[in-house]
């Protein structure tokens, strides 16, 4: 197989050196230099478009995670049930949820009460500020840190 190659290489080497040397001295230069900048622009455009296409799929990637990281991070909002027909029970549930926490709660009557750890204070307070825009009153509250490095927040809630 290779030698079937590389024959017909030898073959067409022969061949472009035969008409090469029936050129005149200017006119094999011309020759030569056109081939060279086809090829090189043949090479280049090869490269070029998988290139663009690559950034483009880039660009694509990038702003879909983009997005996906936004509807995340507002999917409370994006709810399709108002947040008024949620209960404070699942308004507690779909903010922990979000924040990535796991809580403990506990209702009596009309108040909750809940328990979380985070090893983060800005994630509690986070925390406790979405479920404050989601109309969930704090009644008492405390905060303390752990012997295991980690914040403990005790709530009752309305």
């Known amino acids: 197989m290779f030698n079937g190659i590389g024959e017909r290489l030898d073959a067409m080497t022969v061949l472009v050196q035969d008409y090469l040397d029936r050129l ?17 622009t043949v090479l280049v455009s090869l490269l070029w478009f998988p290139h663009q296409a690559a950034l483009k799929q880039q660009q694509r990637v990038t702003e879909l995670k ?10 409370v909002q994006l709810s ?9 029970a699942e308004k507690v549930q779909r903010v922990a949820q979000q924040q990535g926490l796991s809580v403990q709660s506990q209702e009596n ?21 979405q479920l404050a825009q989601q109309g969930v009153s704090i009644i008492t509250l405390d905060m303390q ?4 490095g980690e914040i403990q927040l005790t709530a009752t809630l309305q």
């Open 24 to 40: 005149q001295p200017r006119e094999r230069i011309a020759v030569i230099i056109l081939a060279i900048f086809l090829s090189v």
């Open 66 to 75: 983009d997005t996906i990281h936004w509807m995340q991070t507002n999917a």
């Open 80 to 88: 399709t049930e108002s947040a008024d027909a949620l209960t404070a």
């Open 109 to 129: 009557q009309d108040q909750i009460k809940l328990s979380t750890s985070h090893q983060n204070y800005a994630v509690l307070a986070n925390f406790l500020t």
């Open 145 to 148: 840190k752990q012997p295991s």
